[in-house]
T-cell receptor, first 113, second 114 residues
Framework: AQKVTQAQTEISVVEKEDVTLDCVYE???????LFWYKQPPSGELVFLIR??????QNEISGRYSWNFQKSTSSFNFTITASQVVDSAVYFC??????????FGQGTTLQVKP | DTEVTQTPKHLVMGMTNKKSLKCEQH?????MYWYKQKAKKPPELMFV???????INESVPSRFSPECPNSSLLNLHLHALQPEDSALYLC?????????????FGSGTRLTVV
């Protein structure tokens, strides 16, 4: 079975705090791809990152960083020095061989000024 | 052009109406998708088109009818919908349908069935 779990339903932080969004996945495939998307109130899903199963190197993009650990089947996302504009729903997703994207339930992040 | 354009942005329709949602991309992508998203839920796949052919139908009721007239255009025809079909309908495209390729999503059509 393929499954993505985002245990944190809602997170609220104060601006400039660091915040980590957890993602745990299940798959029997040896090759798979993991994604993070951001969905602001406007509705559009914005692509943040793709990671394939053979590349466990962590990645940093500005204030965003991702920690991929195959040993624990986790692909966590950290925002450093959060800003009000980071407020959104964040989805972790797993892509199957068929191309179907399996989403986690999403984490709503609220960043207060 | 790196966008997926969806029209209309908002749609209110009665249960006896027939309407269509439109999705367009000019990135040369050969796979296109329809997703349905209810409030506070993740998107759920409805249909996948690959090279203009329907490759996946996730057991969607026949009141939803997809159409891919050409490689740039994807329509979703709606007929006799129910109030529970009210949702955000998202279109997406990718270079190919394989797992390596990331999606580009449109901003969606917010559908309300009255």
């Amino acid at each position: 079975a393929q499954k993505v779990t985002q245990a944190q339903t809602e997170i609220s932080v104060v601006e400039k705090e660091d915040v980590t969004l957890d993602c745990v996945y299940e798959t029997r495939d040896t090759t798979y791809y993991l994604f993070w998307y951001k969905q602001p109130p406007s509705g559009e899903l914005v692509f943040l990152i793709r990671r394939n199963s053979f590349d466990e190197q962590n990645e940093i993009s500005g204030r965003y960083s991702w920690n991929f650990q195959k040993s624990t089947s986790s692909f966590n996302f950290t925002i450093t020095a959060s800003q009000v504009v980071d407020s959104a729903v964040y989805f972790c997703a797993l892509r199957k061989e068929t191309g179907k994207l399996i989403f986690g339930q999403g984490t709503t992040l609220q960043v207060k000024p | 052009d790196t966008e997926v354009t969806q029209t209309p942005k908002h749609l209110v329709m009665g249960m006896t109406n027939k309407k269509s949602l439109k999705c367009e991309q000019h990135m040369g992508h050969r796979a296109m998708y329809w997703y349905k998203q209810k409030a506070k839920k993740p998107p759920e796949l409805m249909f996948v088109y690959s090279y203009e052919k329907l490759s996946i139908n996730e057991s969607v009721p026949s009141r939803f009818s997809p159409e891919c007239p050409n490689s740039s255009l994807l329509n979703l025809h709606l007929h006799a919908l129910q109030p529970e079909d009210s949702a955000l309908y998202l279109c997406a495209s990718s270079q190919e349908s394989g797992p390596y390729y990331g999606y580009t999503f449109g901003s969606g059509t917010r559908l309300t069935v009255v």
